[in-house]
């Protein structure tokens, strides 16, 4: 399985950027897949999932009601909607993708089997 992330950028803060990951391998409407972010000098963070079997979505607080996890089953691919963009935002952002449920998604990170790698966002205030 490949995870292939795209849609980075630089944008002003307040603007909107969508973030897509390509798999390959395996059909997404059979992995639970995720968004992490890595901001320099911080830890890997876990962003939004969504799992494999009942569709359900988490986000980290930080962006809950800003970004939106939803996959292409037809594309097989999976995409994150950010808007509402802040300069904290700014990041390394990474796809994941597990084979299993996802049931406490704080500990997503350890539930991940494939990762693709980073595409950089960066928010100008």
């Known amino acids: 399985v490949q995870l292939q992330a795209s849609g980075g950028g630089l944008v002003q803060a307040g603007g909107s950027l969508r973030l897509s990951c390509a798999v390959s391998g395996r059909t997404v409407s059979r992995l639970s897949m995720a968004w992490f972010r890595q901001a320099p000098g911080k830890e890997r963070e876990f962003v939004a999932g969504?799992?494999?079997?009942?569709?359900?979505?988490y986000y980290a607080d930080s962006v809950k009601g800003r970004f939106t996890i939803s996959r292409d089953n037809a594309e097989n691919t999976g995409y994150l909607q950010m808007n509402s963009l802040k300069p904290e935002d700014t990041a390394v952002y990474y796809c994941?993708?597990?084979?299993?449920?996802?049931?406490?998604?704080?500990?997503?990170?350890?539930?991940?089997?494939?990762w693709g790698k980073g595409t950089q966002v960066t928010v100008s205030s």
């Open positions: 994941a993708a597990g084979l299993s449920y996802i049931s406490n998604w704080l500990r997503a990170k350890d539930g991940m089997d494939y």
């Open positions: 969504i799992n494999w079997s009942d569709s359900s979505t």
